[in-house]
């Protein structure tokens, strides 16, 4: 199998799949510490980044993504191995008696609970005496004694409950249970080295289209958290960011001391940008209700039909910006529903807003990725504001494969805030693919 182990790759699935390294450490049964060697195992491997990190979660990338399909496709073949094999060994199961290090498993689905292949040491000795018809011949090719390579088949044959040899004095005869199991573990072998080098060759390929450098413009106070995902996509590209200004969100790429800008537009439809300046709309955003944890209006959005109306919010005190965009499309959106909101607090620090709204002081709308720490809560309600968040670059100063590459990388980090941060407005999203832009047209 070529250095990375079956049970590292079993780590990574499990890490995948509970999110956490604490959580796959208790399902696996071992330590956090020991899952993070695995999972880094297996990147330094395929010299890829399998998993955003985040203090208290791990969100696979895309290359970690696509590995878990890999892996799900071999762990597939590998249980269709052990099924055939248990069906050619003719009832001999008792006789190799109960393996005192093998795990009884449950079938329940979860990737914790999935027998494993052989390891690559078992493996190559097994195949060795298949190959050559004895364990004294295989011993020679791995420079071992024929004492070891034999425990490492019986090693096998334990964990499956199957006689794939038989021994004799003359050496060993293969039995078909065995020879379906050989077949099966070459045929694994093979898989992965082509599925892995195919995985290398298409995740690398994005970072290999970027410049040594990238300036970028972007609207979100979450922009460290973009700058973990685009390090993890384009490890040789050093990404700088400018503070975004709404009222000249235009300029610095003009003058070329911007290459992107994501931004938003409250306007709809959004108004030409100047030429040679491009711009594709990337997410369609449905702003929530940020309020503090324990609020009345949480309560009464979770004892009505589960839906809260803009006008029902005409009595609120609200904090919103002095100024600016987002105040803009709150005022607006709340005049399309009858009043005007009661802006008790002008305010821009985050800390001073997150502050109002946990004291229950305040209301205010928000990006449905904003995480909440526990403190606050999300609502959507009926009417709220939308805005449309985009990318926008020079056509002239940026060639078109690495804007594709860009948008995709920002969809991806957009979606991947969503699913850790509100996993509701993640489901709304996949209900409503539209509102996630396909900017495959506007980028031939």
Partial sequence: MSAVRWADLHVVTVTAERRSLSAAARALGCSPSAVSQSVRRVERHLGLTLFQRHPHQVAPTAAGRALLGIVDEIWSTWTNTVAQAAALDNGRLPALGPDPGARTREVTGRREDRSMPPDASATDAFLLTVDTGSF?????????????VSARVAQIERSMRLRL?????????VTAAGRAVADGLSELSSRWQEASASLQVSCAAPAALMPDELRMS???????????HLDSRWPA?????????????????????????????????????????????????????????????????????????????????????????LRELVEKACAAAGFA?????????????RGLLTSLRAITFCAP???????????????APTRTLFLAWNSEALATPVVRECAAAV???????????????????????????DTSPVLP
């Fill in 165 to 173: 040899l038989d021994r004799t004095t003359h050496g060993v005869v």
């Fill in 341 to 353: 909101p009661r802006c008790g607090h002008a305010v821009t620090d985050v800390s001073a807003v």
């Fill in 237 to 325: 590209t050093i990404v700088n960011t400018r503070e975004y200004d709404p009222d000249r969100a235009f300029g610095g790429l003009l003058d070329r001391t911007v290459d992107i800008v994501i931004g938003y537009e409250v306007n709809d439809p959004m108004p030409p940008p100047p030429a040679p300046v491009r711009r594709v709309r990337m997410v369609t955003e449905h702003c929530q209700l940020a309020v503090g944890k324990g609020h009345v209006l949480q309560e009464r959005l979770s004892s009505a039909d589960g839906t809260l109306k803009l006008s029902e919010l005409s009595g609120q005190m609200w904090v919103l910006p002095p100024n600016g965009p």
């Fill in 369 to 383: 990725t904003v995480p909440t720490f526990d403190e606050l809560r999300l609502l959507p309600v009926d009417g």
């Fill in 411 to 437: 969809l991806e980090w957009y979606r991947e805030r969503a699913r850790m941060n509100n996993p509701d407005y993640a489901r709304f999203l996949a209900a409503n693919p539209q509102m996630l832009a």
């Fill in 218 to 228: 972007v609207y979100s106070l979450a922009v460290h958290t973009l700058l973990d």
């Fill in 136 to 148: 004294a011949a295989a011993a020679r090719r791995l420079y071992l004694t024929p004492r070891s």
